[in-house]
């Protein structure tokens, strides 16, 4: 099997496929088992067809097809099996391989994640969760500008120890951003268009540089109105978190994860503080969403304790 290796948010990973998104986490060689297999798995068409669309999802098994694409096989936290479609290049199966795969694969191993973005204030991680199209990677972007390293964009694997502050692996230093959001920041070189949403594009930004987690400052939840940082605690907090940062509900379900994850998300609350953070709808102002949050990080009593 011709490999590409990488250690990626604390796991370590054989594939047959290249992952360019992947590349700052490229090893030149692998010590010891890889933690995770992926591999190519060539069957015919008429095979994947017979499969149809259905999706098999439980604890340790998740299964399904993308026409044209390809089918996916997850199982045991340990391996995912690509069977490419006719036709089908890389870039196409790229994205369900490090979306939906890669996240049940991580539920099947039972490790806690989230749908958040990360940027890095004094080597701190400050996360940003939102439903989607709530604008997580657009504020992340921001920041970025501002010289804020990216620590994260979509899926965030969090570590919570005995004692102390949680962390946050790093991972691909990729935003993914809509065409209004490129204009606005004036982002033009080396953009690569979303092979399933048209009018998003990808972009590799200023990252961490580091497979080392970072220690979680803060999270703000993110809601549209007028400017606003407020507080949040109890189970308030806890609701509202749960909705705007669990990565496929039906899915952690599926895999008897929901009560697990639930339980490390309060954990999570109880050690660091969560905010909600309310801007306009509107591009133009989105710098003084960033001053805001430049105001709130100099207030000490923000620092998780």
Same mark, same amino acid.
């Given at each position: 099997?011709?490999?590409?290796y990488?250690?990626y948010?604390?796991?370590?990973?054989?594939?047959?496929?290249?992952?360019?998104?992947?590349?700052?986490?490229?090893?030149?060689?692998?010590?010891?088992?890889?933690?995770?297999?992926?591999?190519?798995?060539e069957?015919?068409?008429?095979? %994947?067809?017979?499969? @149809?669309?259905?999706?098999?999802?439980?604890? !340790?098994?998740? /299964?399904?097809?993308v026409?044209? +694409?390809? #089918?996916?096989?997850?199982?045991?936290?340990?391996?995912?099996?690509?069977?490419?479609?006719?036709?089908?290049?890389?870039?196409?199966?790229?994205?369900?391989l490090?979306?939906?795969?890669?996240?049940?694969?991580?539920?099947?191993?039972g490790?806690?994640?989230?749908?958040?973005?990360?940027v890095?204030?004094?080597?701190?991680?400050?996360?940003?969760c939102?439903?989607?199209?709530?604008?997580?990677?657009?504020?992340?972007?921001?920041?970025?500008?501002?010289?804020?390293?990216?620590?994260?964009?979509?899926?965030?694997?969090?570590d919570?120890?005995?004692?102390?502050?949680?962390?946050?692996?790093?991972?691909?230093?990729?935003?993914?951003l809509?065409?209004?959001? %490129?204009?606005?920041? @004036?982002?033009?070189?080396?953009?690569?268009? !979303?092979?399933? /949403?048209?009018?998003?594009?990808? +972009?590799? #930004?200023?990252?961490?540089g580091?497979?080392?987690?970072?220690?979680?400052?803060?999270?703000?939840?993110?809601?549209?109105?007028?400017?606003r940082?407020?507080?949040?605690?109890?189970?308030?907090?806890?609701?509202?978190?749960?909705?705007?940062?669990?990565?496929?509900?039906?899915?952690?379900?599926?895999?008897?994860?929901?009560?697990?994850?639930?339980?490390?998300?309060?954990?999570?609350?109880?050690?660091v503080?969560?905010?909600?953070?309310?801007?306009?709808?509107d591009?133009?102002?989105?710098?003084?969403?960033?001053?805001?949050?430049?105001?709130?990080?100099?207030d000490?009593?923000?620092?998780a304790?």
């Amino acid at each position: 099997m011709n490999c590409r290796y990488y250690e990626y948010a604390g796991l370590r990973i054989a594939s047959e496929i290249p992952l360019p998104e992947w590349a700052p986490f490229e090893q030149t060689s692998q010590a010891g088992d890889p933690d995770v297999v992926i591999s190519i798995d060539e069957v015919p068409d008429h095979d %994947l067809a017979a499969g @149809g669309n259905r999706r098999v999802i439980t604890a !340790d098994e998740c /299964r399904f097809l993308v026409p044209g +694409v390809g #089918r996916f096989r997850v199982h045991d936290g340990r391996a995912i099996v690509v069977a490419p479609a006719r036709g089908a290049a890389l870039h196409q199966l790229r994205p369900w391989l490090i979306g939906s795969a890669w996240g049940s694969l991580c539920y099947q191993r039972g490790l806690f994640f989230i749908h958040a973005s990360a940027v890095l204030v004094d080597h701190e991680a400050v996360l940003f969760c939102a439903k989607s199209n709530g604008g997580k990677s657009t504020i992340a972007a921001q920041l970025n500008t501002r010289g804020h390293a990216l620590l994260s964009d979509d899926l965030c694997h969090l570590d919570i120890p005995a004692h102390g502050l949680p962390t946050v692996y790093p991972s691909a230093p990729r935003l993914k951003l809509w065409s209004d959001t %490129l204009d606005q920041l @004036g982002w033009t070189e080396d953009l690569e268009p !979303d092979h399933i /949403r048209t009018g998003k594009f990808h +972009v590799t #930004r200023t990252s961490y540089g580091l497979a080392h987690p970072a220690p979680v400052r803060g999270i703000y939840l993110l809601e549209w109105g007028e400017f606003r940082i407020h507080r949040l605690s109890g189970l308030t907090a806890l609701s509202r978190f749960l909705s705007a940062s669990t990565y496929r509900a039906k899915l952690l379900e599926s895999t008897g994860q929901f009560s697990r994850h639930s339980s490390r998300s309060m954990t999570l609350l109880q050690r660091v503080p969560v905010w909600e953070l309310r801007r306009p709808r509107d591009l133009a102002v989105m710098p003084k969403a960033t001053d805001l949050l430049a105001s709130h990080w100099s207030d000490d009593r923000i620092i998780a304790k």
